[in-house]
């Protein structure tokens, strides 16, 4: 029995995709590579569109999965999307149609569309056995949650703080000097004290959002969200993109989450709303795309670099916005780089570089496993070491999974789709369960433009240290509960 009819409206078209995509994939050949390119390029930006609405509609909300398909798109398809519709990017080098033959584009594409098909239907079946009404917990246990998440929250942070600053600060030099590539490229990056202190900086990130769960005082709240601000604006004035964009979608929704009293809009309102968050959006797409032609210059990227920068699009606001997308689009590269060397010149991985990522993020600290485990940059630094650069495209979800299964690889995209709507199930009281949500999902939002090993390690690493504390400190309330009730 199906939960509603748009799930079996979702289910039909999911069907009726991929068998699409399989027929392309069986006929494609070079006499028709262009033919198909174009046709599965606008099947990906409408099947996003519907994937946005189905999910949407199915969950009732607008959820981090949902964006995670447009952050998805954006980065695995944008540019293959363009390319259908005419558009080359004005920089020779972020454009995928002069590295790879148009049957490998292709190629890409239909993968990249059967993966996000397989993950959309993983969340389906995850939302299909999820209830309909959510746990109401008791006060006095949501109490006691709050008491020690807050205490924990708040000792994490004078734990971890000083090792945070010390690694912004790091940063901040080799920026300041040599510029942003450096800053992944330098001895520093690669140093067991670096990789440490990063780490201390993602457990710093997620102890923040515990303390704003925990702690009801709103000044403390409109504090811990300017700190936020002020560290997103900080990553953007060094170069990076990914990291801020992802943290700043994660506070829009905890924001939301915390409002006690949820207020209905006129339509006007809403309208006006949405205009607002399309500015937004534009800004924020045109801004990175300026940051990336910047942001190797040396020293902090300055207003007047991203107006130089603007001056590449011509003034045509529409123009910006396509070079923007363009430019993230870039990162299908990494994919289709594998597809070259996968299994023509190496053998598929067949998990183990997700086993590794998993299971060996303390030993990899110390490089027990080389380059298929789980250093921040290690498959990346692969892909790089076979093309013989020393910069690159970086590595994708996409790519992990081609490398590990190939053209089976989207059947395991089910489990992953089911472990983001699991995760997206937060309308509860459980604070603690809020704050490891959303935790996870500043890093879930960035796999388009990484992998899953790299993402298990920030995510095991960051949460570590609070979780560890939570658990100390609410044995220890405990008990002396135990104690007192005994006493009397």
Known sequence: MYRSRNKF?????????????????????????????????????????MLFLLSNRIQKRITPVSIFYLSYTVFLMGQDILLAFGFTPSVATSSILKIFTI?????????????????????????????????????????????TLLQASKFCIIVLLLPSLYYLLSLTRIALTMGYDAMLASSFSRSLVTILCRYALSGLEFALLGLLYSCEKKNVRNIIFAGYTGLILFYLLLGERTIPISLGIVLLFIRNDLKIEKKH???????????????????????????????????????????????????????????????????????????????????????TTILFGMTTFLPNIFGIFGSHSLGRYSLAKWLMDHLGIS??????????????????APLFGILFGRILMKLSDYQNNDILKKTVTFSIYTVILSLPRRYIGSAVGEIVMGLFPLLFLYYIIGSRMQSRKKIITNGR
């Open 9 to 49: 409206i979702s289910d039909i078209y999911i069907v009726i995709l991929v068998l699409a995509n399989i027929v392309g994939k069986l006929f494609l050949t070079s006499s028709n590579a262009w033919m198909i390119h174009n046709f599965f390029s606008v099947i990906g930006l409408c099947n996003t569109v």
């Open 103 to 147: 049957e490998e584009l292709a190629n890409g594409l239909i993968f990249t569309n059967l993966l996000l098909l397989m993950i959309h239907f993983g969340t389906t079946l995850s939302a299909n056995q999820t209830k309909a009404t959510h746990d109401v917990q008791l006060s006095g246990a949501n109490d006691y949650k709050k008491k």
């Open 265 to 351: 809009y006129s339509l006007l309102k809403r309208v006006l709303i949405g205009i607002g968050c399309l500015i937004c959006a534009y800004l924020t797409l045109v801004a990175s795309s300026l940051i990336q032609k910047t942001r190797n210059q040396g020293g902090f990227i300055s207003i007047q670099q991203l107006f130089a920068a603007l001056s590449l699009f011509d003034g045509s606001p529409f123009q910006a916005i396509l070079e923007s997308i363009s430019i993230m689009g870039y990162s299908a590269s990494s994919l289709l780089y594998t597809m070259r060397i996968i299994p023509s010149q190496e053998s598929f991985c067949y998990g």
């Open 391 to 408: 910069y690159g495209p970086g590595f994708s979800i996409a790519a992990e999974a081609y490398i590990n299964f190939g053209w089976l």
